[in-house]
């Protein structure tokens, strides 16, 4: 077969692992790190470094493609895969994955990450490990058929070869001020995301997020360049129900409130609750979608945690339980479900949202492009990292390459023909 050995490299993902849980219930921020002992198993404290495990495979002719495994942020919250174990990780794929992989056929996407990724003693394989494998399998396929990324899954999905790019959605970290200004700047598509995790930043009431709200429309309209017209989003981290409380009519009736103080942007609100489980979860999300849409509001709802797998996505997009769906791609798990989750939403005409996390890889963010655009979602999550410049160049690049190689693609067959 064409791949004829693994190897394994250790590594950093671009930010940190946070113990969500322990932030939500007050733990002090003091410089870049949190005091207070942690509260979600696997954390030795509340914040630690992001660390990830390159797969790489080498192929027939010594070629050596990658992939990268990681978690994401908060992992162990909202549903989510516990922390990550590069020993673990490690472990379970030179045991159980090596074999598989020097078993399949390279060439054929779906069907070597369906055999790959067989469950192991009954159970589902860590997605980390489907995410990492998924990205160094498809960089096979791309070598092999001498194709890009994109094409090997606009030919598994029967999908055209896209001529447009994907917006881009950039997140600013504790650094809010400076990294808005840096996007408004680079003309960012979609902006800042904000970082609401805290009652701090969210303030009584919510007052502190309002008037931050108010201040990126402010200062996009002051600094950016004529007609520039970003949309805002914001993650509030399930604040608007910590704060007001879990009725999906107040929440809606806020959230209006504050799209009431930016008429003239399209507002989107992503976890504006957490109902404390998926099925709670898609019931009020449902009804607070259903509020804001019969009050013809401009604000639209965006779905993250309790919203994990390829299965909860559909759930949510067949319910109509949110306006926006984040797929985040590490709990996703392999990066072909991710391609099935933007189709399943545009099934259901709900928005596609290929997200991810601040503590991916540049090449794990460069093959979720390829994937965003070969599907034509939405919008993209610019990553890894919270610095804006460094993630918006490898995302936006990748993008500009990609559909430079398409169009000389569609030149030299237009020539044939």
């Not at 492009?369 to 890894?384: E, F, G, N, R, S």
């Amino acid at each position: 077969m064409q791949i004829k050995d693994v190897v394994l490299a250790p590594g950093t993902g671009a930010f940190f692992y946070d113990d969500q849980a322990a932030i939500r219930a007050g733990a002090v921020q003091n410089g870049f790190i949190y005091l207070g002992e942690p509260i979600t198993p696997g954390f030795t404290s509340i914040r630690i470094p992001g660390s990830s495990l390159s797969v790489g495979f080498v192929l027939a002719d010594d070629t050596v493609v990658w992939g990268d495994m990681m978690n994401v942020q908060y992992s162990g919250a909202g549903g989510r895969d516990p922390l990550f174990d590069t020993n673990q990780m490690s472990d379970l794929t030179s045991r159980v994955v090596v074999p598989r992989l020097l078993d399949v056929d390279a060439s054929l996407y779906l069907d070597a990450c369906a055999n790959v990724f067989e469950p192991f003693e009954h159970k589902r394989l860590p997605l980390a490990i489907e995410y990492g494998v998924s990205q160094a399998l498809l960089r096979a396929a791309a070598h092999l058929q001498r194709k890009t990324m994109a094409e090997i899954i606009c030919a598994e999905f029967d999908l055209p070869l896209p001529t447009s790019r994907v917006p881009i959605y950039c997140q600013s970290g504790d650094a809010r001020e400076i990294n808005v200004d840096k996007m408004v700047l680079k003309a960012v598509d979609v902006l800042p995301h904000g970082l609401i995790n805290s009652r701090q930043k969210f303030g009584v009431d919510g007052q502190t997020f309002m008037e931050f709200v108010k201040w990126v429309a402010t200062r996009a309209s002051e600094i950016g360049r004529p007609g520039y017209h970003p949309v805002l989003h914001f993650d509030v981290y399930g604040w608007i129900g910590q704060e007001i409380g879990l009725e999906p009519q107040r929440i809606a009736d806020f959230i209006c409130k504050v799209a009431d103080t930016v008429p003239d942007f399209t507002l989107n609100i992503e976890s504006p609750a957490d109902f404390g489980s998926t099925q709670a979860q898609i019931e009020h999300y449902a009804k607070i979608v259903s509020i804001l849409d019969n009050r013809g509001s401009s604000a639209r709802i965006v779905v993250d945690e309790r919203c994990n797998t390829l299965e909860d996505i559909r759930l949510f997009a067949e319910a109509k339980a949110a306006h926006l769906v984040q797929i985040k791609t590490p709990d996703v798990g392999s990066i072909a479900d991710t391609a099935r989750a933007v189709l399943l939403c545009k099934e259901n005409k709900v928005g596609a949202y290929v997200g991810g996390s601040c503590t991916e890889t540049d090449l794990s963010a460069q093959a979720s492009v390829h994937v965003a655009v070969a599907t034509q979602a939405d919008m993209m999550l610019a990553k890894p990292g919270m610095g804006v410049d460094e993630a918006f160049s490898i995302v936006g690049n990748e993008q500009n390459r990609l559909l430079a190689m398409l169009n000389r693609r569609r030149a030299q067959d237009e020539n044939i023909g």
